[in-house]
Every structure is written in structure tokens, then in C-alpha cells.
């Protein structure tokens, strides 16, 4: 089963900002939930109250450096906010964007979940920047700050900028616009009022001026209001700069959200996958391959396909995954039906048995980029995510290594990152442990267990050793001759034993095959299994009783019993080896 969870949580006060600026900054690519107690740097509480409808859905917060008084800008500040005098006391909760630091700047960007501005509610999605208790440019002051890292993969893909950053959003354009269209939320000044802006579209291109650092993109408007409702024609192109620079475009920016279309769109779904009544017969006359497979998985589980070769688990995900599309019943992929190759294709990641899948001549990351660039995913996107992938499989070290040089669990796990990388909602796994040494396995299914946690990636695993079915939240049992058998958690199949999942366990002072031929005859147990030098007793009535039939047998029999444990927990190799003797009516 998968670990429970862990966080990992701090606590600044507002003369430690930086240091918390930097805690955040090296977690960047985790959900780190924010939680701030502070002061608005002016008094925005009449402004949220005011704000149009379509800034409160966009989401942007306001700051200081928008309404301050300025030789060109005596109408910029809404008559209501000079009645106010007292800075409001802000509690806010969101999930950080962006952690920038430079050298006389520092701040955070919070995508509000809840909060308040004195008695005012800050509308949800609002995008805040968090400063120092000193901080006059930015939207709130913090006075404590609690930082949470959920160890959890963050897959906003949004990119956040300050209007003085403009330079850096410019540079980000020109590394993805080539490949990806990239959409813009702006939020800033109307040059030619000096009214607020905010304006959502298409970002076109960047455009070089021949002074150094006077860089401007173009956006071509899907929507866009000017001061308290003046709505601008969609389709408009406007030019947007950033505060600071010694040419104001048609918008000076202060806020700016870069949206890249990069490769599949990360949602929730409360069922990931759903298999009812699948029977693949291939055509041939008599009994099925596999007849009637029904299981399902929520977001963010593991399911193990268990059982023998030959049972039918490879022709299942041959069905899930679109290899085979004659069959009966119903599958889907996060809503998907499976018969469509391309709808689902972009949803899983497949991670074959045959490791000579990869180019073992390339390295991991060079994998990475030559697979990944298939869902359209730019290539700086795809060293960013690879790097990360890497280093949280533990074979970053290895990133720039032939994959032939590489051991059996490092080339898995790099078979793995190639998988991930374009994310997926739900990885397939087929026999990903076969060949490895014990060791290994368990080490590969703790990676695997922090890939369910932390990318928030349900996976379906295929494996002929039924212990590993311990890892997983839900197990499919197949069975050689029986196909599909049954479904449910591992604590649930065990259950269905008699005991309960319990079985009494005995241990001989000297082990002698006889006594299991002597427990054999005692009516009340249904079987007896050998685990190593000690016997496995599975009864639907585990009391004293039937304990004092087992202890009057053996003793008759000449066998003393050096220790029992009445009520031992059993597992899931008990669990195949009762339904095997079951499907051959043996109590051994």
C-alpha cells in the first residue's frame, strides 16, 4: 500500500523573508501550499470591492505601484481608496507560482485558495505577490509566513512574471514560441489613459528594438478591458512592456501570466481506469483467452495485475491500451474509450518488459527529448522535466551515460522517466521487476511508490510475484486455467479467506512432513500450507477448540509443537497458494 503522507512544513517571520524565498525557490517544482498573515502594502480592500467581474475570474491581484500619484498619472487612483488610512490586516492561503529572488527584490507569488482583506474576501484564483514586512511594491506585506511542501509534482505550467521582469518573460517567449502557442494574461496600465488594463490572449511574437534592453510582445486580444468596464475589441493587436522602460508600449505591465500549451493538459478524474466485462477471444472457437475482466482505479493508485504466465495479463493490457481491438465489453481511459488510439494515447505512459525499447546507445536524457518531443513538448521543456524525473528516480548521476552502461534497475527507471515525461495520468507497467534481484525490486517498487505520491500518477503494474501485490492498493488476480479470478485491495482479498486473513501458524520442534498428513484429517481445516520450517493452518473457525485438535493430533503423532501463534497475519502469497489448491481441491 502506498505510505502515508508526508510533509515537510516551515515557519518565517517577516525579517526572514528571504530565507524564506529561498526554502521555496529550491522547491519549486512541488505543490507548496502558502499560508500568510500580514497587511496590504496600500489599502486594496475598496479596489477588490470594486474590481470588474472579469479581473476577479482572471485572477490577478492589485499592488501599489498601480494607483500611486505620479506626474502623468493624476487620475489613476480611484476616489474611494483616499478615504481609507488604516492598512487592512490580511490572512491569506494559496499555492505558490513563482518564488523570485534578485538583489534588491524578493517575492512570492500566491494563487489564492482563501483568504480576507480585513472583512473582504479575496475572490479564489486572485494572484497575489508576497513581500517583506518592509515591501511597498508588492501586494502584501508578510509578518509571518508558513511554507508546506506536499511532496507532490506541481504541473501548473503557467509562468508568472513582474512587470520589471519583462526582459526574462521575453526570453522565456523566444525559447517556446517556435514550437508551442502560448497564451497571456496581462494585467498593468493603459499608456494612453493611465487607466488599469487587463487584457487575455495570444501571444504572437517578441519584439527586439535596437536599444539593448527595449524588448515589447505582441498580444492579440481575446478580451480586454480598459479602467472600470471599457471593453476593447477582440482581435486587436496591442503591444505590452513592463514597468521600467524608458518607451511605454500601448500596456506597461505589471503582471503577466504566460500559459504554454506543452504537451498534454494535467486534470483530475475520479476514475482513471475502468474495465467492464472485457472477453478476448481472438476469434478462436471455444473458451476465451480472458472472459469477463472487471476492475477499476481512482486517481493516484496502483493496481496489480497478478498472476502466472499465461493467464491472460498481457492480453488484458493489449486491451487497455489499444494493441487489441477486437474484443467485448468496455474500457476507458480517464473517460476515454480505449478503441480510440489517439484520444488515449497522450493519457498513459507505457513502460515495456523489453528494455531494447530505449536507444541504449543514447543516454537517459537524449531518450527523454527524442520521445518526449512527440506530444509536442519543446525541448527545453523536456530537459527541465527529464532533469527532475531524474533525480527523483535517483539516476540524475547517470543522466549523460549510454543507457547499455547502465544496471537493470537504473535502465528501468530510465525507461520509466521516458514514460513520465510528457505527464501522464496513469503508467503502465508490464513485469517491470522481472529479472532484478530482491533487492532491486523492492528499491524499484519504493521509486514507484513515490511516483503514485508525488506526480499524483495512477499506474497499473503487471507482475508474476504475488508478494509484490502488497505494494499496490488494488490487485487483478489471474490465474492460469481461470483467467480473470477476482479484484479488490489486498486487505480485502485476504479477508475473503477463511480466517479473515488470519491463519494459525505452528512451528514443530523438529519440522516432519508427517505432521501435515496428521493436520489433514482434522475436519475444521480448510488448508494447510508449508511456509519455510513452519505450517500455515487456514480455518473458518481459528478458537481454542480447534487449537486442541491440532495439539491432541500432533502429539498422538509423536510431534511436539515448540510455539503457535494463534491469529498470524497472512499475505499475499498465502492468498495465491490457498486459490491454487482451491482451484485443484487440495487442502495442500
Known amino acids: 500500500m502506498s505510505a502515508p503522507r508526508v510533509l515537510e512544513t516551515v515557519l518565517f517571520s517577516g525579517d526572514e523573508f528571504k530565507q524564506a524565498v529561498e526554502w521555496a525557490k529550491d522547491r519549486e517544482d512541488e505543490q507548496i501550499l502558502v499560508n500568510i498573515h500580514g497587511s496590504e502594502t ?39 481608496i483616499s ?85 526574462d518573460a521575453c526570453d522565456y517567449l523566444n525559447r517556446v514560441l517556435e514550437s508551442t502557442q502560448v497564451s497571456a494574461q496581462v494585467f498593468g496600465i493603459w499608456s494612453k489613459t493611465k487607466q488599469t488594463f487587463f487584457g487575455s490572449g495570444k501571444v504572437l511574437r517578441v519584439i527586439q528594438h535596437a536599444f539593448p534592453k ?121 473517460g476515454e474509450n480505449a478503441r480510440d488510439k489517439q484520444a488515449i494515447t497522450p493519457r498513459y505512459g507505457y513502460v515495456p518488459q ?59 527507471r530510465a525507461s520509466i522517466a521516458i514514460a513520465l515525461v510528457h505527464n501522464p495520468r496513469v503508467l503502465f507497467l508490464d513485469e517491470p521487476t522481472s529479472g532484478l534481484d530482491p533487492t532491486s525490486r523492492h528499491e524499484l517498487w519504493s521509486y514507484l511508490d513515490k511516483i503514485s505520491r508525488q506526480y499524483g ?9 504475488p508478494e509484490e501485490g502488497e505494494y499496490c492498493d488494488k490487485i487483478a488476480v489471474f490465474m492460469k486455467g481461470k483467467g480473470f479470478l477476482e479484484f479488490g485491495a489486498p486487505s480485502e482479498l485476504k479477508k475473503r479467506l477463511p480466517g479473515g486473513g488470519y491463519a494459525a501458524e505452528l512451528t514443530l520442534e523438529r519440522f516432519d512432513p508427517e505432521a501435515i498428513d496428521l493436520l489433514k484429517k482434522i475436519d475444521d481445516i480448510d488448508l494447510i500450507l508449508q511456509r519455510g520450517g513452519s505450517i500455515r493452518v487456514f480455518s473458518s473457525d481459528l478458537n481454542q477448540q480447534l487449537y486442541d485438535k491440532i495439539f491432541k493430533a500432533l502429539g498422538d503423532g509423536g510431534h511436539q509443537v515448540h510455539r503457535i501463534e494463534p491469529k498470524a497475519e497472512i499475505d499475499m502469497i498465502d492468498f495465491f497458494l490457498y486459490k491454487t489448491s482451491q482451484s485443484r481441491n487440495e487442502k495442500f
Open 42 to 80: 496600500f489599502n486594496i480592500e475598496g479596489v477588490v470591492k470594486n474590481l470588474p467581474k472579469a479581473l476577479i475570474r482572471a485572477g490577478f491581484g492589485l499592488s501599489k505601484q498601480l494607483f500611486k500619484r505620479g506626474r502623468d498619472s493624476k487620475d489613476l487612483i480611484p476616489k474611494d
Open 214 to 334: 527595449h524588448r515589447y510582445f505582441i498580444l492579440l486580444l481575446d478580451q480586454g478591458i480598459v479602467g472600470q468596464g471599457n471593453q476593447l475589441e477582440k482581435g486587436r493587436i496591442i503591444r505590452v512592456g513592463g514597468l521600467g522602460r524608458l518607451n511605454a508600449e500601448q500596456v506597461i505591465a505589471k503582471k503577466i501570466i504566460l500559459d504554454p500549451k506543452l504537451g498534454v493538459e494535467v486534470k483530475r478524474y475520479d476514475k482513471v481506469l475502468e474495465v467492464e466485462n472485457l472477453t478476448v477471444d481472438y476469434g478462436i472457437k471455444g473458451k476465451p483467452i480472458i472472459e469477463n475482466v472487471n476492475f477499476s482505479i481512482d486517481d493516484g493508485e496502483i493496481l496489480g495485475i497478478v498472476g502466472e504466465s499465461g493467464a491472460g495479463k498481457t492480453t488484458t493490457l493489449k486491451a487497455i491500451i489499444g494493441d487489441i481491438k477486437d474484443y467485448d465489453g468496455k474500457i476507458r481511459i480517464c
Open 457 to 465: 500518477v495512477s499506474q497499473v503494474v503487471i507482475t508474476h510475484y
Open 354 to 412: 523489453d528494455l531494447s525499447k530505449m536507444y541504449l546507445t543514447y543516454t537517459p536524457l537524449r531518450n527523454i527529448i527524442h520521445f518526449g518531443s512527440q506530444y509536442g513538448i519543446p525541448e527545453q521543456e523536456l530537459i527541465r522535466r527529464g532533469k527532475e524525473i531524474l533525480k527523483d528516480l535517483g539516476i540524475f548521476s547517470k543522466a549523460n551515460q549510454p543507457v547499455d552502461r547502465l544496471s537493470g534497475g537504473e535502465k528501468r
Open 83 to 167: 478615504k481609507f488610512e488604516v492598512f487592512k490586516e490580511i490572512e491569506l492561503q494559496g499555492f505558490m507560482i513563482k518564488a523570485s529572488m534578485g538583489f534588491r527584490k524578493n517575492y512570492i507569488a500566491v494563487s489564492t485558495v482563501q483568504g480576507t482583506i480585513g472583512d473582504v474576501t479575496i475572490p479564489e484564483g486572485t494572484i497575489l505577490t508576497v513581500g517583506n514586512q518592509n515591501a511597498s511594491s508588492e501586494d502584501v506585506r508578510a509578518y509571518a509566513i508558513q511554507l508546506e511542501n506536499q511532496f507532490k509534482k506541481n504541473y501548473d505550467t503557467r509562468r508568472f512574471f513582474d512587470g520589471r521582469e519583462l526582459l
